[in-house]
């Protein structure tokens, strides 16, 4: 279950497909319950993963996440994407 209202989510998943690739982002359960843990072993499955590619996009997805307003979880080096 998210902790983010539905319809703030809705929003910025809307935002999400009209700016970056669809290739770069997921809300795939599979894929979601793998970024759910990293090594400081907390366990939070994401509503969204996103891959950005440069900072721009960083910047973009954090000005959406804004404008919910919705958390944001960074991680850092990802082994499960190549």
């Known amino acids: ?16 497909q009209t ?5 770069r982002f997921s809300t795939v359960v599979a894929v979601r ?23 721009a996009e960083v910047a973009q997805v954090i000005a959406i996440a804004n404008e919910g307003p919705v958390p944001v ?3 850092g080096q990802d082994p499960l994407r190549v």
């Open 1 to 16: 279950m998210s902790a983010v209202p539905k319809n703030r989510m809705d929003n910025a998943l809307q935002r999400l």
């Open 19 to 23: 700016t970056i690739a669809a290739s």
């Open 33 to 55: 319950v793998a970024y759910a843990t990293d090594s400081s072993r907390r366990n939070f499955v994401p509503d969204v993963v996103v891959w950005p590619e440069s900072a």
């Open 73 to 75: 979880y960074v991680r």
